[in-house]
Structures are given as structure tokens and as C-alpha cells.
Nanobody
Framework: QVQLVESGGGLVQAGGSLRLSCAASGNIFRINTMGWYRQAPGKQRDLVAT???????NYADSVKGRFTIFRDNTKNTVTLQMNNLKPEDAAVYYC????????????????WGQGTQVTVSS
């Protein structure tokens, strides 16, 4: 009923920039918090940044000052602008969203995208 589709990953040199985008579609009544998480090989999935429907943001300490999250509520999208990338930023990045699904009975659920690879060469 609801899908999150990510785009924008790839290979970049250290110090470079990438922009990740995620679009939510389906039977959506309302989107609450949207965010990005990442998972490096052999590690747990960690929060990168989140943004509420009102625009309040939260960042992992490791990305503060380098990454910016923003959303377009009219298009149901969330974007992560990543600047000054470091090799330790390399991971699979996952879009996450808490969505109220507009089914016959509305319910809130947590959705994940399929992940997009970010590789940073030193």
C-alpha cells in the first residue's frame, strides 16, 4: 500500500557531495517523521537525520554541519544533502518514514526504502 523509493547513491571522492532523495507513494493519509539511516558492513543500522512534518530536524553528531535533511510535504519527498563526505560515511543509506496509511481503517506504520549504496573513496 505504501512504498518508499530512494535514489541518488553512488561513488564519490572524499570531500565530495551527494544528494539522496526518497519519495513516498501509495495510500497515504499523512506522513509524520521522515528520515535517513545508514548501515555499514558488519555494523548496526544507525540514524543519520530525521525531520518532522513541522520541519524540526535531528542529526547524528558525526554528520552535523555536513549533511542537511529537508522535505517537500506537497510531494511526499525527503532529501539528504551530503557535503564533505568522508570514507566513514560509506554505507547503505535507508529512507525511513512513519506514515498514517489511509486504508479503510487508518493506521500508523513504519516504512523503509530498499536502500541505496554510498561509496566514498579516499
Amino acid at each position: 500500500q505504501v512504498q518508499l523509493v530512494e535514489s541518488g547513491g553512488g561513488l564519490v571522492q572524499a570531500g565530495g557531495s551527494l544528494r539522496l532523495s526518497c519519495a513516498a507513494s501509495g495510500n497515504i493519509f499523512r506522513i509524520n517523521t521522515m528520515g535517513w539511516y545508514r548501515q555499514a558492513p558488519g555494523k548496526q543500522r544507525d540514524l543519520v537525520a530525521t525531520i518532522t512534518s513541522g520541519g524540526s530536524t535531528n542529526y547524528a553528531d558525526s554528520v552535523k554541519g555536513r549533511f542537511t535533511i529537508f522535505r517537500d510535504n506537497t510531494k511526499n519527498t525527503v532529501t539528504l544533502q551530503m557535503n564533505n563526505l568522508k570514507p566513514e560515511d560509506a554505507a547503505v543509506y535507508y529512507c525511513n518514514s512513519i506514515i498514517v496509511v489511509d486504508a479503510p481503517l487508518r493506521y500508523e506504520a513504519n516504512f523503509w526504502g530498499q536502500g541505496t549504496q554510498v561509496t566514498v573513496s579516499s
